[in-house]
């Protein structure tokens, strides 16, 4: 269907999964290494500490209770799952009532920016964005020794089995992260194509997309 | 059961999610509906069952008993009794691998702006490789629901996809290079690009070859400024360019603070004429022409011209202008989560806080969609404009929870601890945001941040390495390197930080950038031995050094200085008492006009004069020492009275440095003794008597 970006990519390399988040989350990763971040660079331990604190991860046991959860499909997918069943069935005027009885713009935003999605994605959820966020945090828990290598390796073999059940081509698990992080931060803002990588998911895979382009032109 | 209890239990099992039962009444009145003999069955309840079918399978197609030819039966009756059907062409367009694409066309008449037909459709038309009509097809859906992000990962696919078919064809039209040349800018391909540049075939007008140099130039992995700005004066600027290159253009000189740039870049832009879009013209026949020829300007490319213009603006100062480019953004597109985000921090650097319309504007930007980080984060800014740092604090908190800390969340951090007044919390993410981030706006002000902290703490050694960092800030070429370095040994001499002060101006002496007025701060380092005089080598200081005519804070202090290490205590204590009345650190040139003073008997009346003036206007820089002075010259002079109140004051000021030994207690004692002699008090005396015998005796 698509030449640009198959399946096959992850599922050869999986942990690449996770590459986009790396970026998106952390400045001079080293993307090809099983952890992705040097546990011998201050900067990286201490943003890597403060994004497990972001997630409530302490200490390796939490850590790993985080991992499996994740993977059942606990979390976001979970609350985003209760969300599309809520508003499956209603047509428009419907929605804008279910809307008006809720409160707080950011759980209203998070209504808002699945309902047009709501066919496409009731199947999978934001699964693809759980997997993702599960193989960053197993890699980045190498940094302070929570896993090892190999337990990288092995978990992400189990991963990518994961994935290729739900997913049929990579641009629908990219497309599946990319909502994931928008619901995460309640966000209806658009990223248009622009050069501040900043805070922009869109382009940092668009940039990912550009180098496997170039790697490999057909 | 009837049919009518039939569908009011479908209805209520689809509600409470049991869709096993659910499916089995679907069969059941399914087969009922199509007995040939049969009660009669109202409309209304034929309709809503059929509703309940499409909704049900359309979802379910994993299931035996789904059937898409039965859907459709479904569709058609509903098409047979009029009934509104848009839900149901959305639910069953979801169902790509079934139907086919006169049913999109269809379906798009009736429900033009439906995200799963869209999406449908241009699924559907990449298969049979008509690129174009699916790119105009997303393009409409991201016009539509500009936060659908996830359609941008198509759309690159796509137009991709699509350069690479218009490429190998042989014969081009200008209208197809003119889309090529867009899409290449846009996608950034480098291959596609090359192809582009390197091919005469094309025959590229310079703007076009500007727009593709730059696209490929910004994809670059590594970027150099300079280079950049080079290529901008000769090459680029002399052409108009699209908005997608001058974007591309304004975010790399806007992320280097190169606001000259952007507001160059912004004049060349020029966007394509805009086709009015109206979907109701829309009808079966020309669905595809529709999206072919569909060219309206990227809605959020717009957005991101004016937001860029007002923040340009905003950067500037120039605040009322700002405002006015955020509201001409605002009637181009309407209510977008960026622009009141814009609109709001400018009002908030309005700094009024009367005014309530900046709150009024975050707020509605987060119903409108601006993301959660972004939102709190300006939220935070306002409520520090407001001066309620509680707020700050919690906001910026939150913030941690959903995103990484940044300088500017570190630096809010530390302003509201620093507001509350806990200047050691404050430190610690200021210090963590100084070592993190080297491309932070915002380490400047954290910088200045730390170094009020330091003051207010009396850390010399931490203030010092900060300041150290600010000097790190200008470039040695540069005039003002020499001039700020020479403007902190003033500071660090006002700090009493003599010993860093000493460093710093041995550095400056030595290659002769010292300034004029710094020299006499330099003798008097010598002079109190912080400096060796032998190294140094200094001529001595002689009445010829002293300026005749002072004119400011300089002229004063040096005089001051001189006149101290002659050994002229009158005239020092004047002229540093002159100095205080230009400086914003009265404290410190008042005290040291006191200290001259004191050394000196006959000058009690104007010690007493400087040390009034002290409290009046620089409290906290009375220390101990110069009160205790206070009551000694008083008692020296035989003015029992004031001596007497003064010793008091010294006591419940400074409780423990004053009584912490017994000698010092006998001391009080027996002066107070005297003192209330000298008074005719009495009984007085003789409390103060025993007191001085007590201490005497414990020893």
Redesign the interface.
């Known amino acids: 269907m698509s030449e640009c970006i198959a399946l096959g990519s992850f599922l050869d390399n999986p942990k690449s999964i996770s590459n986009g988040l790396l970026l998106y989350y952390f400045q001079d990763v080293l993307l090809d290494t099983p952890f992705g971040l040097d546990p011998n660079n201050e900067e990286h331990v201490y943003d890597m500490r403060r994004f497990m604190q972001m997630h409530q991860i302490k200490n390796s046991k939490s850590f790993r209770v985080f991992l499996h959860n994740l993977k059942k499909g606990e979390y976001f997918h979970a609350n985003v799952k209760d969300i599309i069943e809520e508003i499956y069935h209603f047509d428009e005027v419907a929605f804008e009532k279910h809307l008006e009885q809720l409160e707080g713009a950011y759980l209203k935003n998070r209504y808002r920016l699945l309902y047009p999605q709501r066919y496409a994605i009731v199947g999978y959820g934001i699964l693809g964005f759980n997997y993702a966020l599960y193989s960053l945090v197993c890699r980045i828990g190498g940094v302070v020794g929570y896993i090892t290598e190999k337990e990288v390796y092995t978990r992400h073999c189990e991963l990518s089995e994961f994935i290729s059940r739900v997913f049929v081509n990579g641009r629908e698990l990219q497309e599946n992260i990319m909502l994931g992080i928008q619901f995460y931060e309640a966000s209806l803002q658009a990223n248009p194509t622009s050069f501040s990588r900043k805070g922009n998911y869109w382009n940092i895979v668009r940039e990912l997309q550009n180098d496997q382009l170039n790697s490999n032109p057909s | 059961m009837n049919f009518k209890e039939l569908v009011t239990f479908i209805a209520q099992s689809?509600n409470e999610?049991d869709y096993q039962s659910c499916e089995q009444a679907l069969i059941e009145g399914y087969e009922y509906l199509h007995q040939e003999e049969k009660s009669p069955v109202e409309s209304v309840e034929e309709v809503s069952f059929y509703r309940f079918y499409i909704?049900f399978f359309?979802?379910f197609i994993g299931s035996d008993n789904f059937d898409y030819d039965k859907v459709m039966l479904a569709l058609s009756v509903l098409e047979y009794y009029g009934a509104e059907q848009?839900?149901e062409f959305?639910?069953i367009?979801?169902l790509e691998q079934y139907c086919d694409i006169a049913f999109y066309e269809r379906a798009l008449d009736y429900h033009p702006n439906?995200?799963?037909l869209l999406?449908g459709y241009a699924n559907k038309m990449?298969?049979i490789q008509k690129y174009d009509v699916a790119i105009g097809c997303l393009h409409h859906a991201?016009s539509v629901?500009?936060?659908?992000?996830?359609?941008?990962?198509?759309l690159?696919?796509l137009q991709?996809?699509y350069s690479k078919q218009l490429l190998s064809k042989e014969i081009l039209e200008e209208g197809e290079i003119d889309i090529l040349v867009d899409y290449a800018v846009?996608?950034?391909?480098?291959?596609v690009i090359e192809d582009l540049l390197n091919q005469s075939r094309f025959n590229l007008s310079d703007k076009q070859v500007n727009e593709l140099s730059i696209a490929q130039y910004?994809?670059k992995d590594i970027f150099d400024l300079e280079e950049c700005v080079t290529l901008w004066e000769q090459k680029w600027s002399k052409t108009l360019l699209s908005a997608?290159a001058g974007?591309?253009l304004v975010?790399?000189f806007?992320?280097c603070g190169m606001l000259v740039q952007v507001a160059e870049v912004m004049e060349v832009i020029a966007f394509k004429e805009v086709i009015p879009v109206d979907m109701r013209e829309l009808t079966e026949q020309y669905v595809e022409d529709f999206f072919k020829s569909y060219s309206c300007e990227?809605?959020?490319?717009v957005?991101?011209y004016y937001n860029y213009k007002a923040l340009y603006h905003k950067h500037q100062y120039e605040l009322d202008l700002a405002l006015k480019y955020v509201n001409v953004a605002k009637v181009v597109v309407e209510e977008h989560?960026?622009i009141l985000l814009t609109e709001g921090s400018i009002l908030t650097m309005m700094r009024n806080p009367e005014d309530e319309t900046a709150l009024g504007v975050l707020?509605e930007a987060?119903?409108?969609?601006?993301?959660?980080?972004?939102y709190l984060l300006e939220m935070a800014h306002y409520y520090d404009m407001l001066g309620s740092y509680h707020d700050v604090l919690s906001l910026v908190n939150t913030y941690?929870?959903?995103?990484?800390?940044t300088g500017e969340s570190l630096y809010l951090q530390g302003k509201g601890n620093f507001g509350l007044g806990q200047y050691r919390q404050a430190l610690k993410p200021l210090e963590?945001a100084m070592?993190?981030?080297e491309d932070s706006p915002y380490r400047l002000s954290i910088n200045f941040l730390i170094m009020t902290l330091c003051r207010y703490l009396n850390d010399t050694p931490k203030f010092v390495e900060a300041l150290q960092y600010r000097l790190s800030c200008f470039h040695v070429s540069r005039p003002e390197h020499w001039e700020t370095r020479n403007y902190y040994v003033v500071f660090l001499y006002e700090m009493k930080a003599y010993e860093q002060c000493a460093k710093l101006i041995v550095q400056l002496h030595q290659i002769n950038q010292l300034s004029k007025s710094n020299e006499a701060i330099l003798y008097y380092l010598v002079d109190a031995e912080y400096l060796s005089s032998s190294e140094m080598q200094l001529p001595k200081v002689t009445e010829a050094m002293i300026v005749q005519d002072p004119q400011d804070i300089e002229d004063y202090r040096s005089n001051a200085l001189y006149y101290w290490i002659m050994g002229n205590n009158l005239e020092s204590a004047k002229a540093f008492e002159a100095a205080a009345d230009f400086s914003y650190e009265k404290g410190f040139y008042l005290a040291r006009a006191y200290w001259r003073t004191t050394y000196d008997e006959s000058l009690y009346e104007y010690s007493l004069a400087l040390i009034e003036r002290l409290k009046k206007e620089d409290v906290t820089s009375v220390d101990y020492q110069m009160l205790y002075w206070e009551q000694n010259i008083y008692f020296r002079n035989d003015l029992a009275q004031p001596a007497y109140d003064s010793f008091k004051e010294l006591i419940t000021k400074f409780p423990v440095t004053s009584m912490r030994k017994d000698s010092s207690v006998s001391h009080y004692a027996i002066r107070q003794k005297i003192n209330t002699e000298k008074l005719g008090n009495q009984s007085e005396c003789n409390r103060y008597l025993s007191m001085y015998t007590s201490v005497f005796r414990e020893k």
């Open positions: 689809i999610r909704e359309t979802r848009l839900r959305e639910l367009g979801g439906s995200l799963a999406l990449e298969e991201l629901y500009p936060e659908a992000n996830n359609l941008r990962l198509r690159w696919d991709v996809n846009q996608t950034q391909v480098h291959s910004v994809a997608q974007i591309y975010d790399c806007y992320s990227d809605r959020e490319l957005v991101n989560p960026s707020i987060a119903y409108k969609g601006a993301s959660l980080p972004n941690h929870t959903y995103s990484l800390p963590v070592k993190l981030k």
